[in-house]
């Protein structure tokens, strides 16, 4: 089983629709929980942070549900300009002290396409 | 702000040739990573660096080599490239370790085709 597993779509919808993307994790000591978006041929770029009781960002919200190990991303009144691949990141603690960092595990992503 | 730069953009070169791709911060973060993206695969860590001349491997370190001397550099270097080291390589940097909201930023990438 994968670590960090999203429905990699493709997802087309329309202008002003409404779309939600789920991602599944399985290291239940994870610790953070992101949303990255990456356009074509450009890096990823941090979307959101996901907050435990879940979090709004205009147009955006991320939900946590760590007892299903699940997080999802809605997007409201979608526009031409969010179609991009939304990538799911869930962070582990560090393992033992001194230079070890919190490894981020990257979803494979979730293509959307918004036409008008 | 400038934030993360990468040169070159993108490089074609030939199998067995030596490579190296640069990474520049301007952050002063302490913690600098290099990825490798691939259809298939994902992102996949190849080597990260805490500080300073302290580096350590990541998921698929084989074939490269990394050195840290300053804090703001982090070049990655193929010894001997090969194709199956044609990817999109991505640097990337972030303040700590990795606690609380602290996450890590990425620079713009370089294209490399091994031929």
């Known amino acids: 089983r994968k670590e960090v597993e999203q429905d990699p779509g493709p997802f087309n919808v329309p202008e002003g629709a409404t779309v939600a993307f789920n991602c599944t994790y399985s290291?239940?000591?994870?610790?953070?929980f992101f949303w990255y978006r990456q356009d074509c041929r450009k890096e990823p770029k941090l979307l959101m942070s996901v907050y435990s009781s879940g979090n709004e960002d205009g147009r955006f919200t991320a939900q946590l549900n760590r007892a299903s190990q699940y997080i999802s991303l809605l997007i409201r009144d979608s526009k031409l300009s969010d179609s991009a691949t939304y990538l799911c990141?869930?962070?582990?603690?560090?393992?033992?002290?001194?230079?070890?960092?919190?490894?981020?595990?990257f979803g494979q992503g979730t293509i959307l396409t918004v036409h008008p | 702000d400038a934030g993360i730069t990468q040169s070159p953009r993108y490089k074609i070169t030939e199998t067995g040739r030596q490579v190296t791709l640069m990474c520049h911060q301007t952050?002063?973060?302490?913690?600098m990573f290099w990825y490798r993206q691939d259809l298939g695969h994902g992102l996949r860590l190849i080597y990260y660096?805490?500080?300073?001349?302290?580096?350590d491997k990541g998921e698929v370190p084989d074939g490269y080599v990394v050195s840290r001397s300053k804090t703001e550099n982090f070049p990655l270097t193929l010894e001997s490239a090969t194709r199956s080291q044609t990817s999109v390589y991505f640097c990337?940097?972030?303040?700590?370790?990795?606690?609380?909201?602290?996450?890590?930023?990425f620079g713009p990438g370089t294209r490399l085709t091994v031929l």
């Open positions: 990337a940097s972030s303040l700590t370790s990795g606690g609380g909201r602290d996450t890590q930023y």
């Open positions: 990141v869930v962070r582990r603690p560090p393992l033992g002290g001194g230079t070890s960092y919190g490894k981020l595990t």
């Open positions: 660096s805490a500080a300073a001349d302290i580096t």
């Open positions: 290291n239940s000591a994870s610790q953070s």
């Open positions: 952050w002063s973060h302490s913690y």
